[in-house]
Every structure is written in structure tokens, then in C-alpha cells.
């Protein structure tokens, strides 16, 4: 340990003498020359006859060796200046390093990652993607039309925000200030009552701004927030349900209440017109991750907007679904991970799911005892059944037992980032690959 310290210290002072050498040379140049040129002020007369009995070639010689003798040295100095770094002490000559070629260097591009989905999956998934090195999207489902949402968006005649709301919050600093407001909800009041404050600040500022996208970009500027937070469509959509007996139900809350089996799912109006910057960031994006969340109020309404399939269909990424970790009353009540998997794919244009991670452990008995209860049970990962379709499983353990069962947002996370680190590695190697067959082509 002492000796790794002095090896340091050493290389340390190394490297601050041999800048503190290069510096003094600049500057005795930087003398030199304006001595040169006070003497040829002062000297004129003495200089030019001195200068007229030199040969034109002694001249030219003694200009060109001077020249190449101080780039020699000024090189030397840089050289030894930078040596340090073959070391891996990264302190004073990395800085001079990073400060000389700063402009000259191109960062490399970030990964881009987009989540599609609604409600508590979606933002509590971003908590712990919001921490990785990746350019983030979320594109949120906007049919919800309960709580605070629905009320704003029965008088208001706006799209619902919570989901939204949610989002933001969940990309921002979770100690900001605004964050703990914009999820302030007001427990008494008369009319605000049950509001949250954030609700009526996306729908105030779509007022001032005429629109809910544009409301929600400046609402992410306010937030400071990790990434982008987009609604699939700014059309106001509702959720229509078939269910086994034929019937139909219109609305997400009413959908939820039922209690009958789905059959289909659909929008209306039937075709919305899909957010441009949504096409836009699926296009862009190196993995494309469904879920968590309801399957049939969250993750397929985002499915259901025309040009959203799609664009997922014809990308490049990898398509990623993220199975919840228990059924839900009303919507999935049966259902294993390989159901939920066959639903999105019969019900929407979806064509492919490349990977499924689900969830292999139950929670504790006296959890599972409290949602059986309720009428929600596990999900078994059916791994083999999913793999008889075609499709990659990552099977692990995932919950994160409190009060309630839940999805690990920083195993999730891990999860994702491992995926898409992948990804990018197989894009290389196939580049590699295209570019080795070009040469023996030429050749």
C-alpha cells in the first residue's frame, strides 16, 4: 500500500513538472519573439545589413532548423506530460487531456430505451430505470376515466393526466420539492377534493398552452425530469370491452368492475391518430419494453392506436414484455404468463414479443393469503409454453415483498440494461461481420 502510494505521489510530481516545463517553455517563446521584434525595431538599420550578408540559403536553413528543433521539443514535452496515463492515474494529466482534445472528440451515441404502458407498472418501472445510462421514453395509455383523472376529464373535456403525472413524478428527483407537490393530493376543499395537485397543473397548463402534448413537455421541463415522457395519442380515446356473453362495456372503470371474461378489446374512436414523437421514439429506440401493468387497461390500449404495432413490428429493437406478478379480478382471472402473452399477440397487430421476463417465486403465505382474498393469485411463468411459441424467457426471482407484491425496479432494471447491452453487442458484431465480408469481396 506504501509503495503504491509513493508510485503515485511520483507520477504525480512527474507529470506536474514536466506541464510546469511545457508552460515555461510557451512562455520564453512567447519572449523570444517579442524580443526579436523590439530589436528589430530598435536595430533596424544593423539588422538589415547583418541579414543582407547571410546567403538566401544559410537563411532558410537556419529558419528550417530552428523550427524543427523547438516542434521537437514541444512534442517531447507533450509526450512525456501524457505518459502518466499508461499508469491509470487518471488525476491531473487525464484533465490536461480531456481539456486539449475536448473538441475534438465525438461522445458516443447513448442507448435509447422506450417503455409502453399506463398506470402504477409503468412509473414504477422508470424509478429504477431513471439511474441508467440510457436515453429514456416513456409512451403512456390515455383512456383512463376514474379518480381525479376522470372527473378533470369529464369537465374539462381534456385527456386524463394521472398516468402522466405518475410518470413525471417517477422521472424526476424523488426529493424535489415539486415532485412531492405535483403528487399532493387534497383531502378536503369542496370541489378539489380528491385532486392531486399535479392533475390540475397538466390540466391548467393544456389551457394555457391548447394542448395536452405541449402541457406535458413544459410540465417535464418544470420537473427537470430523466428522459421523455409522451401520450400515445392526443385524441381523446375510451376503452370499449366484448366479453363472453357478447355484451359490451365502454369505459376503463367499468370495464375493471364487470368481473366477465374479455374477449376483445378495442378504442373509440376505433383510430386516434398516434403521437408523431411516440412513431418517432419507437423508430429510434435499441429495446422496446411492454408492461408491467393491466394487461388489458394498460399495456394493449397502446397497442390499439393504428401505427403503433406496427412501428414496433418493423424496428430494429428488441421487443421486451415484463408479465405481472399476480391476476387481476376482472381481467386476467386464470390466466398463467403464457395467457397474457397469447393475448397481446391475438388481440392487437403486435406480430412479436422477442423476450419475456417473468416472475418465478410466489410471495410469503400470509401476502398471498391477503390477495387470494381479493380474488388475485400468482402468475405462474409457464416457461415452457412461452418457449414453444418461439420466445426467449427470463425467469427469476422479482417481487419486492412490503405491504403489497410488486415488481423489484432495480432488478427490473438490471434486468433491461443487461438486455439492451446485448443487443448492442450482437449489432456490432453483425457491422463486424458485413464489414469483414465486404474486404474478402474486394479482395
Not at 458516443?108 to 445510462?133: C, N, R, Y
Not at 418457449?387 to 434486468?415: C, F, K, Q, W, Y
Not at 458485413?434 to 469481396?441: G, K, M, S, V
Request: hydrophobic share 45%; aromatic share 8%; proline share 4%.
Amino acid at each position: 500500500m506504501l509503495l503504491e502510494l509513493r508510485r503515485k505521489i511520483s507520477h504525480e510530481i512527474r507529470a506536474r513538472r514536466w506541464v510546469a516545463f511545457l508552460f515555461l517553455g510557451l512562455v520564453m517563446m512567447c519572449f523570444g519573439f517579442v524580443f526579436a521584434a523590439l530589436a528589430t525595431i530598435v536595430l533596424a538599420p544593423a539588422s538589415i545589413e547583418t541579414i543582407r550578408s547571410f546567403h538566401p540559403l544559410a537563411l532558410g536553413f537556419s529558419a528550417l532548423s530552428a523550427f524543427l528543433i523547438s516542434s521537437f521539443w514541444l512534442y517531447r514535452g507533450f509526450k512525456t506530460a501524457f505518459r502518466i496515463l499508461d499508469s491509470r492515474d487518471y488525476g491531473l494529466s487525464t484533465r490536461l487531456r480531456e481539456f486539449v482534445f475536448k473538441r475534438s472528440s465525438v461522445p458516443e451515441k447513448q442507448l435509447s430505451m422506450v417503455a409502453l404502458g399506463g398506470g402504477t407498472g409503468l412509473s414504477s418501472l422508470l424509478k429504477g430505470l431513471k439511474e441508467l445510462p440510457v436515453d429514456l421514453t416513456a409512451i403512456v395509455t390515455v383512456t383512463d376515466d376514474g379518480g381525479s383523472s376522470g372527473r378533470l376529464r369529464k369537465e374539462l373535456q381534456i385527456l386524463p393526466p394521472g398516468d402522466i403525472r405518475n410518470c413525471l413524478v417517477a422521472l424526476s428527483r424523488s426529493e424535489s420539492l415539486l415532485s412531492r407537490l405535483f403528487q399532493y393530493r387534497f383531502a378536503e376543499g369542496g370541489e378539489i377534493e380528491g385532486h392531486s395537485f399535479g392533475n390540475l397543473f397538466i390540466a391548467a397548463m393544456t389551457g394555457v398552452m391548447g394542448d395536452f402534448g405541449n402541457a406535458v413537455r413544459e410540465a417535464s421541463s418544470i420537473l427537470a425530469i430523466k428522459g421523455h415522457v409522451i401520450p400515445v395519442t392526443t385524441d381523446n380515446v375510451q376503452l370499449v370491452a366484448r366479453f363472453e356473453d357478447e355484451s359490451e362495456v365502454t369505459g376503463e372503470t367499468s370495464i375493471c368492475s364487470t368481473g366477465k371474461r374479455i374477449t376483445a378489446i378495442s378504442l373509440n374512436p376505433d383510430r386516434p391518430y398516434a403521437n408523431p414523437e411516440a412513431l418517432s421514439a419507437i423508430d429510434d429506440a435499441n429495446l422496446i419494453v411492454l408492461g408491467p401493468g393491466s394487461l388489458y387497461t394498460s399495456v394493449i390500449p397502446n397497442l390499439l392506436v393504428p401505427g403503433v404495432a406496427a412501428r414496433i413490428n418493423q424496428a430494429n429493437a428488441r421487443v421486451v414484455y415484463i408479465c405481472n406478478v399476480m391476476t387481476q379480478p376482472g381481467e386476467t382471472d386464470t390466466f398463467n404468463a403464457h395467457d397474457h402473452v397469447r393475448a397481446i399477440l391475438d388481440k392487437t397487430e403486435l406480430e412479436r414479443i422477442d423476450i419475456v421476463v417473468v416472475n418465478s417465486r410466489r410471495a410469503a403465505k400470509h401476502l398471498m393469503s391477503r390477495y387470494e382474498n381479493k380474488g388475485q393469485f400468482w402468475v405462474p411463468p409457464t416457461v415452457k409454453k412461452i418457449e414453444d411459441m418461439g420466445i426467449r424467457v427470463v425467469a427469476t426471482d422479482l417481487l419486492l415483498e412490503s405491504d403489497l407484491v410488486r415488481h423489484n425496479p432495480n432488478l427490473l432494471a438490471a434486468i433491461l440494461i443487461g438486455l439492451i447491452n446485448e443487443q448492442k453487442a450482437d449489432e456490432s458484431l453483425v457491422e463486424e461481420r458485413a464489414l469483414f465480408d465486404d474486404d474478402d469481396y474486394e479482395d
